[in-house]
């Protein structure tokens, strides 16, 4: 019937799937650069065929078993005997040829000769037959370039968030979509013809800067897209999407020992979206809040056609003003930035509580996630079961925050995980598969707080500058996750310093959450002086399938046009 807004499906399901498709690419180039990154166990490399190798009481043909035999921690140096006679000790970063020849022991007193690689490295291949590190020799006095792979790439994911949170607002959620689908296919495909680090690291970069940025950007667009009533557990499942790239890491981690065939595998999954990213069309919403009513008007008639449904009249049913005064007025209007994130004190307080809260969980979830990985044997069934238990956790945060609400849920993440992160202080060290089992509880509370946090910001603030919220909290957060690679230096001080620090952050985040506003069963807000006045205005069911539609409230009233940007008036 026309005027009423019609309950819209298989135009949504399919627009939804094809965006959580590309999510699954998000959580393998995220996780990727984590085992492209490991520093294989490696050892000078002798000027020789080596005929036998010895290390303490083992002894093997080839070094490069040696190697697949000895820890991490281990720093003593292995014993080479060569085809021509000659006796090497090898540590991981120099050489030291004996004088006596026929003296195999262990202990060594004669006269040696000690020299650095230049022959390079001999590494151990019984994970990666071929690595980014290995290709590169990031191992001794390059160990360092190694190690900024990955707080580079989180860099990248910074910036990536902000500048197509921006592009969002300012240009469309279609322009953002397509501009990071398509980055993150090229770049993920150019990744694999590197020649040397810098174009490595740079490539790299802007492939964390789409992905990134895709992330921000499609979980406002599906809200906005799918409906107040399925919002919630649409918005939660993309993380599902993610969790499923991070079992295909460690799936393709283990079966492909090639850096470049496992950058290949994981790559060519982005292909079925560049072939239907063209569909995507722009939301009703960011085109109402931008005045363009007829464009608006055109989605929604497609939307109906598709679900052969009835279509309905915006400028009926939200009293829409489409007057020529109208649109000069729009183009008098000011476009929101960063700082209208702070304009209002409420808005300023809300932000800043925010904020913290998405640094915390971030801390926590990748402090917890090193320390789960880390000096494991078997990391790839590890990561394994840590994104397989998220999935389950995903789909109880969705009940409890329909039970309990948003504001309630967080609360309640965030104390639950300092304590959890007490008991792990607690546990003595010798309990080592007690702290294992509560490093993974804590880490899927946390991946669930992660998951839920996108939704939280993303409803606690008006269309117009929403991914600017979303895209500068991703940003802020992103700092933790650069500094995080580096905190080993606290545990020199203290080794369960930054367990203590993640401990404090979650009580006094929680305890600020506690005056965040409840948005839970509200619509999404469309000026940022709804949001200031914290008026939550609710929306006829049959509006729903809009994902947020203005009342005559937020309109001015019946036959006005909704407020606008004016110069120093922010909304």
């Given at each position: 019937?026309?005027?009423?807004?019609?309950?819209?499906?298989?135009?949504?399901?399919?627009?939804?799937?094809?965006?959580?498709?590309?999510?699954?690419?998000?959580?393998?180039?995220?996780?990727?650069?984590?085992?492209?990154?490991?520093?294989?166990?490696?050892?000078?490399?002798?000027?020789?065929?080596?005929?036998?190798?010895?290390?303490?009481?083992?002894?093997?043909?080839?070094?490069?078993?040696?190697?697949?035999?000895?820890?991490?921690?281990?720093?003593?140096?292995?014993?080479?005997?060569?085809?021509?006679?000659?006796?090497?000790?090898?540590?991981?970063?120099?050489?030291?040829?004996?004088?006596?020849?026929?003296?195999?022991?262990?202990?060594?007193?004669?006269?040696?000769?000690?020299?650095?690689?230049?022959?390079?490295?001999?590494?151990?291949?019984?994970?990666?037959?071929?690595?980014?590190?290995?290709?590169?020799?990031?191992?001794?006095?390059?160990?360092?370039?190694?190690?900024?792979?990955?707080?580079?790439?989180?860099?990248?994911?910074?910036?990536?968030?902000?500048?197509?949170?921006?592009?969002?607002?300012?240009?469309?959620?279609?322009?953002?979509?397509?501009?990071?689908?398509?980055?993150?296919?090229?770049?993920?495909?150019?990744?694999?013809?590197?020649?040397?680090?810098?174009?490595?690291?740079?490539?790299?970069?802007?492939?964390?800067?789409?992905?990134?940025?895709?992330?921000?950007?499609?979980?406002?667009?599906?809200?906005?897209?799918?409906?107040?009533?399925?919002?919630?557990?649409?918005?939660?499942?993309?993380?599902?999407?993610?969790?499923?790239?991070?079992?295909?890491?460690?799936?393709?981690?283990?079966?492909?020992?090639?850096?470049?065939l496992y950058q290949l595998i994981l790559c060519t999954l982005t292909v079925p979206f560049i072939l239907c990213c063209w569909m995507f069309p722009e939301t009703p919403l960011w085109l109402l809040s931008e005045g363009r009513y007829k464009e608006a008007?055109?989605?929604?008639?497609?939307?109906?056609?598709?679900?052969?449904?009835?279509?309905?009249?915006?400028?009926?049913?939200?009293?829409?003003?489409?007057?020529?005064?109208?649109?000069?007025?729009?183009?008098?209007?000011?476009?929101?930035?960063?700082?209208?994130?702070?304009?209002?004190?409420?808005?300023?307080?809300?932000?800043?509580?925010?904020?913290?809260?998405?640094?915390?969980?971030?801390?926590?979830?990748?402090?917890?996630?090193?320390?789960?990985?880390?000096?494991?044997?078997?990391?790839?069934?590890?990561?394994?079961?840590?994104?397989?238990?998220?999935?389950?956790?995903?789909?109880?945060?969705?009940?409890?925050?329909?039970?309990?609400?948003?504001?309630?849920?967080?609360?309640?993440?965030?104390?639950?995980?300092?304590?959890?992160?007490?008991?792990?202080?607690?546990?003595?060290?010798?309990?080592?598969?007690?702290?294992?089992?509560?490093?993974?509880?804590?880490?899927?509370?946390?991946?669930?707080?992660?998951?839920?946090?996108?939704?939280?910001?993303?409803?606690?603030?008006?269309?117009?500058?929403?991914?600017?919220?979303?895209?500068?909290?991703n940003m802020v957060s992103r700092v933790a996750s650069i500094l995080i690679p580096f905190s080993g230096h606290l545990t020199k001080f203290w080794i369960i310093l930054p367990q203590i620090l993640f401990g404090i952050l979650a009580i006094l985040s929680g305890l600020l959450s506690l005056s965040?506003?409840?948005?839970?069963?509200?619509?999404?807000?469309?000026?940022?002086?709804?949001?200031?006045?914290?008026?939550?205005?609710?929306?006829?069911?049959?509006?729903?399938?809009?994902?947020?539609?203005?009342?005559?409230?937020?309109?001015?009233?019946?036959?006005?046009?909704?407020?606008?940007?004016?110069?120093?008036?922010?909304?």
């Amino acid at each position: 019937m026309k005027g009423s807004a019609p309950t819209y499906e298989l135009f949504q399901i399919v627009l939804y799937l094809i965006c959580a498709y590309q999510s699954i690419s998000c959580g393998i180039h995220y996780l990727s650069s984590v085992f492209l990154s490991v520093i294989p166990e490696h050892a000078c490399k002798p000027p020789g065929r080596v005929r036998k190798a010895i290390f303490h009481n083992l002894s093997a043909w080839k070094l490069e078993d040696i190697l697949a035999l000895r820890s991490p921690d281990e720093k003593d140096h292995i014993i080479v005997e060569l085809q021509d006679g000659k006796v090497w000790e090898l540590t991981r970063c120099s050489r030291t040829w004996r004088e006596n020849m026929s003296d195999l022991g262990y202990i060594y007193s004669g006269y040696e000769f000690n020299t650095p690689c230049p022959d390079g490295y001999v590494y151990d291949q019984s994970k990666w037959r071929s690595s980014v590190v290995r290709r590169l020799n990031l191992v001794c006095e390059h160990k360092w370039y190694a190690k900024v792979i990955q707080p580079f790439y989180v860099f990248g994911m910074l910036l990536g968030a902000i500048v197509f949170g921006y592009i969002s607002d300012s240009f469309g959620r279609r322009v953002a979509l397509w501009c990071t689908g398509i980055g993150v296919f090229l770049f993920g495909i150019a990744s694999i013809f590197i020649f040397d680090y810098f174009s490595f690291m740079v490539i790299r970069f802007f492939l964390a800067m789409a992905a990134s940025g895709y992330f921000v950007v499609i979980i406002v667009y599906v809200m906005e897209f799918i409906g107040q009533k399925s919002r919630t557990w649409a918005s939660m499942h993309l993380h599902t999407f993610f969790a499923i790239g991070v079992l295909l890491v460690a799936l393709v981690s283990y079966l492909a020992k090639s850096w470049w065939l496992y950058q290949l595998i994981l790559c060519t999954l982005t292909v079925p979206f560049i072939l239907c990213c063209w569909m995507f069309p722009e939301t009703p919403l960011w085109l109402l809040s931008e005045g363009r009513y007829k464009e608006a008007q055109g989605i929604v008639d497609t939307m109906a056609m598709w679900n052969e449904s009835s279509s309905c009249d915006l400028v009926k049913l939200l009293s829409l003003d489409v007057s020529g005064s109208r649109a000069k007025n729009r183009k008098g209007a000011r476009k929101l930035s960063l700082a209208d994130l702070f304009y209002y004190p409420d808005v300023a307080k809300r932000t800043l509580t925010i904020w913290l809260v998405w640094i915390t969980i971030n801390l926590g979830y990748y402090t917890f996630s090193i320390e789960a990985i880390r000096k494991r044997e078997h990391e790839y069934l590890y990561l394994f079961i840590l994104g397989a238990s998220e999935i389950p956790a995903y789909f109880f945060m969705c009940i409890l925050m329909q039970r309990v609400g948003r504001r309630n849920t967080i609360v309640s993440c965030l104390l639950l995980s300092s304590i959890i992160c007490a008991i792990y202080i607690a546990i003595p060290w010798s309990l080592n598969t007690l702290k294992i089992v509560t490093v993974l509880v804590v880490k899927i509370v946390l991946g669930s707080a992660f998951a839920f946090i996108y939704i939280y910001t993303a409803e606690m603030y008006p269309t117009t500058i929403r991914c600017w919220a979303l895209g500068s909290s991703n940003m802020v957060s992103r700092v933790a996750s650069i500094l995080i690679p580096f905190s080993g230096h606290l545990t020199k001080f203290w080794i369960i310093l930054p367990q203590i620090l993640f401990g404090i952050l979650a009580i006094l985040s929680g305890l600020l959450s506690l005056s965040l506003p409840e948005t839970r069963n509200k619509p999404l807000a469309s000026t940022l002086e709804t949001t200031q006045r914290r008026v939550w205005v609710q929306v006829p069911e049959n509006k729903d399938s809009l994902g947020e539609a203005p009342s005559e409230a937020e309109m001015g009233g019946p036959g006005r046009a909704p407020p606008t940007a004016e110069p120093g008036s922010p909304g």
